[in-house]
Each structure stands twice: as C-alpha cells, then as structure tokens.
C-alpha cells in the first residue's frame, strides 16, 4: 500500500511510449551535439506516475515498483502457430457474473481470464416466409463495376419484368383446384394404362403359356405312344410280355366271339378255327423269339454292368471321416478281364459253343459233332496261350531264334577292339 500526501487532486499513471530508433539508412554514427537527451525507458516492472497539487501546477513524478512475483500464470487454452511469421495466436476465453434473481444463490464461476469482461448471449432463430422475396443494391451501369457501396455487381443476366393483373383469393383457388383437377386426371389416366398393360401382358402370358402347355402335352402324347408301340415291338422287361400276353390272350378271345357270331357249321367252322390257331401259333412263336433276343441283351447288359462294378475302386473311410478310392490287385484284374471280355478271339469261341448246344438240340451225333469241339479246344488253348489273357504265357512262348547272333556279338567286339587299342 501507498500513502499520498493531502491536496492530491489527480494521479495520472504515465507510461511513457518506447523511443522510436530511427532506420539503419537514416541513423546517424554520432548524435549531433545540439540534440537534447533522450528520455530512458522505465524497466518492464516499473510505471511513472506524475502527482498534481492545487497550488503547484507542476506535477511530481514518482515511481512505482511491481511486484510479479505472486501473479498466477495465465492457464493455457490452445492455439496455434502461424508458420510464415512464427508468432503464436492463443485462444481467449471471457467470462463475467451472471445476473441472478432476488433470493437465489449466486453461481460463480472461476476466473479464466487475468480481468473480467463482459458475456453476451446469443440466440438464432430460423424462418421461412410463405413468399419468396429478394434485393436488388444499386449499381452502376459499367460492366462488373463497383457501385458506390463497393459491392461488385454484374447486369450480364438482368432482365426485365412487367407485372401482369391482379389476382385475387377466389381466382388462385380457383386455379387451384383447375390443377388439382387437371393432375388427378392425366395420374388416373396413366394408373389406367398402366392397368391395361399389366391386363395385356398377363393375357398375353396366359395365351403362351396355354399354347406351351398344349404343345408339350401333344408331345408327351406322341411320346407315349411311341413308347407303347416300342414296347410291343421291342419288349425288354418282364411287364412288357406280360402285356403282350395279356393282349393276345384278349385278341383270342375277341377272336372267338365273332366266329361264334357267324354260326358257321361243319367243316367251315373247323377251317376258320384251324386258321385261328395258326395265327395264334404265329403270334406266340414271336413273342418267344423276343424273349430269346431279349435275354441274350439283358444277360450282356448284366456281364457288361458286373465287370464295370467289379473294377471299381475300394472306397475306404479314414480315421477323419474322409473317403477315399483304393484300387486293389482284384480290381485291377477285374478291370483287365473286362477289357478282355469283348473280343475277336472270345466272340469266335462264343459263337462256336453256340453252334454245339444248336447241333445237340436238333439231336446230331457225337460223332458228327467231334470237329467242332476239337476247334473249340483249340481256340481254348489260343486263349490260354495269348499273353493278353494270360500274362504268364509270356515266360512260356516260343520266340524265332536268331543264329546269326553269335557273329554279329564277335563282330562289334572286334570293331570295338580295333576303334581302342
């Protein structure tokens, strides 16, 4: 604290300004020696003070010292620095007393700044006017000219507006409701189209689709009665000469009726029996003879299906559950034994043991026969001895010998005794 003297009517805190250092082309090497001295700056902690009295009109200069020492540092906010300059711009914050009604505790707050200042709320509120309106500063009429306001204002795309009649409440809603009516119309319009399209596209459909129908069912009857006539003609299962004997069985009976319907008497009625008893003779002479075709495919079917499975690889499960295709020697074999199965050599004989079972059907001699089994042994033995069949023929065949083998050994010995000494 500071005590002044009485009579003091002012005290002016004076803090005199920086002397200002002239520029380096205008600095002189030595000041002139008219020149008054300059006034020393006051230190950083330091102010003038200048005191006035009522009878001196002089005033004293004192001055103060101040203590830094104890001043709290500013707390720091964030900033940033500016990099072309280097100087660094820190963030301000202000904060004053709020004003408070009667009665209420007051709510203080800590102070973020070295000195108050004042705080001001700020409120934005946001409207849309039903009109759209605009303004229009003045300008000049130079091209991107600067009016008077200094605003720089282009008339390139200005054009002019002449305002028409007025119109009242009634008239706007009456064009209004003509707009209203006018696009209920022209969306009716198009939903009814649109109607009538999908109406078209689905008829449209239904016609294909019938037409498709019709089609395939055409083609599935056709099918089935190509099928049931390749049933009668070539019969493979055992339903299809059920089938057939079924039918003839009904064809005889029908047969019957009508020479029972004639009322034939005496030796032409044994004539039309006799006659139908060879047709039917006929008929079940050929549906025997499909039954024989019929075997000798299905029993090569079934050869031809049981080799393949036979070489088939093992299918073995792992300890992980995965499985996996092993072929064994058995498969191997089998696989070669089916590749053998259909050949000249095995047709020839198959055709020969056929000719024997034909010649023993119709009860021929042994004698007579004996050729004919002998060719058979003999293509019995061909196969045995064909390492195609058997591998291990092979080790048994008898190969061209070459006499000539010796001199031509001695002859490369020789050149080869000759070529290196």
Known sequence: ????????????????????????????????????????????????????????????????????????????????????????????????????????????????MSRETQLSWLRTRVHQTYREAFTQMDKNPTYWSLDKNGVVISDTFDYYKIPGLYEDSDAW????????????????????????????????????????????????????????????????????????????????VEEYRRLNAKNLEGEEKKKACKELMEKQLKLIQTIDNLKLKTEVVVHRRMIERKLTTMALPKVWELTNGQLINVTTPATIRAGELGQVFDTVLTREILNLIQREADLMYRGRSAKSISGLRKRILHRFWAFVEDPLYNPEAQMFANEPTDFDYGNKHFQCMRDALNKFP
Request: aromatic share 8%.
């Open 173 to 252: 809603e009456r064009k209004r409701i003509a707009a209203v009516i006018f696009i209920q119309k022209h969306t009716r319009r198009k939903i009814a189209q649109r109607t009538a399209n999908r109406m078209r596209q689905y008829a449209a459909k239904m016609k294909e689709f019938w037409i498709v129908r019709d089609r395939i069912n055409k083609e599935n009857a056709e099918a089935r009665v190509q099928y049931e006539i390749q049933r009668r003609l070539h019969p493979s299962t055992l339903n299809d000469f059920n089938l057939l004997c079924k039918e003839l069985e009904t064809w005889q």
């Open 1 to 112: 604290m500071m005590a002044f003297p009485r009579g003091l009517h002012a005290v002016h805190c004076v803090h005199p300004p920086l002397p200002e250092s002239p520029s380096p082309s205008k600095r002189s090497p030595t000041p002139p020696a008219c020149s008054p001295p300059r006034p020393s700056s006051p230190p950083k902690n330091q102010f003038l003070m200048q005191l006035f009295r009522d009878s001196n009109p002089e005033p004293i200069i004192l001055t103060v010292n101040i203590d830094r020492s104890e001043k709290e540092p500013m707390a720091y906010r964030g900033g940033f620095k500016d990099i072309r300059t280097g100087i660094e711009y820190l963030n301000a914050v202000a904060q004053t007393l709020e004003l408070w009604p009667p009665g209420k505790k007051l709510k203080t707050y800590p102070v973020m």
